[in-house]
């Protein structure tokens, strides 16, 4: 793990009731989803049931050129997805879509979520006879899809049975050769929501920002445990996996994964943000010159410090906005030089200034301290760090790569200690009881900040745990 946090994936999907360049659209609705992921993409069309597919690893401008997605045929359903892998590696054979060729059809399947029981249903599904090609727990659940689909009529009753077996996160989006289907996991951890364009087409996306970028408005959020079936130019839900578990939706979604500008079971990720910096401003309270936010998720919870606090909000960074696309990532020695490269500090905002930084997290402090540090340079007087999350003190198992308490200085480390580790004069975290006023409600997931988890914890967790599973860790789990 880095010292940055990474949300799994993003998917999105369009079905049309007659064809029209649909891979256009999803290359649209996963370029404003590249924040989700940035390892691979892909895109699968259907073209009146002939499925034509393109992947590949890096960012979405970088798989699909111009002359990539002229060559897709016109289709009235598409599925694409951009992942940051947290179960398996990142290799073409973990690339989404996946599809899957089987008796009954064909099928690609996108997922956004952690399976927090896969490697307990893929030791079962090997031992009884199952080959996978990848190391990614999307294909354990193509395979009970698939496995189910011979036992039922349907693929959507396919689907509901699957979701019996499925433990953790889960938002998908599974294409047959004449259905879409959508659903979400019953406790809801991640987003996903479906719109419809004026020309009719029903465009289904991880965040509202991808219905918006491609001129959707937004119908409504999917429910948890909720699916909805796109055929015939219809839209069916079935609800048998709603209401049976508390919404448990990740709260971290609010404070650092999503785009400020999606709404998330309807409450904006903005607000939510402003939200935590409000609560910073009147917890942690302190008499300064400037509040500044560290780019991109600190920047809305500092406008909220600053308009709850009276202190003047500032520009104190400055971001390259083209990093993404030329920066390798660097090793130890040239870390130090590589935030310098990502965020410069503006001198103006800040010299002479007892400055408020306000981040949203801090995993193991490294990157706080070289930002408290780029501050100080630039000729800050004090710095104030607020942070508008609570410490992490848990791993998460629902698709996040906060995955060891070794890496996380909240759990060796005291408040004064980690304040004088990062440099700061003072620090102060959003407080775990404040949670539920981000959002309104308690219907959130807030195990890495609280270490309750909703589901059971997995007992096999690291990210390459199936690329090691002939070894030592899948021996002592078959022969227990
Ligand atoms: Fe989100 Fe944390 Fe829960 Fe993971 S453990 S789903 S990051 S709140």
Redesign the pocket.
Known sequence: MTDELHEECGIFAVYSPKAYPAAEDVYYGLYALQHRGQESCGIVVNDDGIFHSHRGLGQVSRVFSGEELGRFPEGSMAVGHVRYGTTGGNSMSNCQPMEVNHQKGKMALAHNGNISNAFELRNKLELSGAIFHSTSDTEIIAYIVTRERLKKPSIEEAVLSAMEDLEG?YSIAVMSSAKLIIARDPLG?RPLCYGKKEDGTYVAASETCALEAVGARLIRDVEPGELLVFSGGEVTSYREHCGKKER?T????YIY?ARPDSVIDGVGVHAARLKAGEILARTYPVIADVVVGVPDSGLDAALGYSRYSGIPYGIGFIKNKYIGRTFISPSQRERSSGVRIKLNPLRETVEGKRVVLVDDSIVRGTTSRRIVHLLREAGAKEIHVRISSPPFI???????D?DTKENLVACRHSLSEISEMIGADSLGYLPLDSLPELVGHTG??????SGE??TRVPEVTSKERFEKRLSEICYKNITK
């Open positions: 996160a951890f448990k990740c709260i971290f979604e994964f848990s791993p998460c198992y629902y698709g996040t906060i959130c997931c807030c195990a890495c900040f988890y909703p």
